[in-house]
């Protein structure tokens, strides 16, 4: 495994900040990759691959380099890097809502690729982060104190089938009636927020 974790790995996270794909099928495509080599381990054959991923004391692809991008944003907010931070985001203005102080503002935006870009994707990770099991105290603290039970509820492969149920419905919203439509969208986000909040419970109870 340190052969893979030294020539392979260097190679699918190099600078991922930049392209850190948003699809599950291009998130999926990179994450064969370590899936495939954990496989043909001797004795992993007939392990899952997240039963492999925690005898190997391994993390998944996406885990990594959503952690990544919170780090370099880190860096960013921070002034620990010679980007200046307002090039890329601005602090929050109200911020007597639940959550940590360094809460940043997501501005609205209809063009995919703006949505999907480092500065705009991360900040909803960013504003997620619990402030009791996260530490800004300095940099390795909170390097460190990003774990992987914090971080998998931001990974997309945890909840594709989550995501496959939504998408469904709203097919079925775009074909209905005007009327239906509406009825039917509204439905949609209280469905998906339902799922989601009970695929992590079962997800807390299981691991």
Known sequence: MSAFNVYVRPILEYCSIIWNPHLLKDIEAIENVQR????RLPGMQ???????????SLDSLELRRIRLDLIYTYKI???????RMTDFF????CLTLRGHQHRLYLPTTRNSARYNFYSHRIIGAWNSLPVKKVNFNSLSSFRNSLSSDILVYLCKLSFA??????????YFSSICS????????RFYW?????????????FILVH
Request: glycine fraction near 2%; charge should be positive; charged fraction near 20%.
């Open 190 to 202: 209280f469905a998906y927020d339902w799922l989601l909040a009970v695929y992590r419970q079962c």
């Open 90 to 93: 601005s602090k929050a203005t």
């Open 46 to 56: 007939n392990f899952t691959y997240h039963q492999r991923l925690v005898s190997l």
């Open 161 to 170: 089938w989550v995501i496959a149920v939504m998408r469904a419905v709203w």
């Open 77 to 83: 907010v921070f002034g620990l890097c010679d980007l």
């Open 36 to 39: 495939r080599f954990t496989k």
């Open 178 to 185: 005007v009327v239906v439509f509406y009825r039917v969208r």
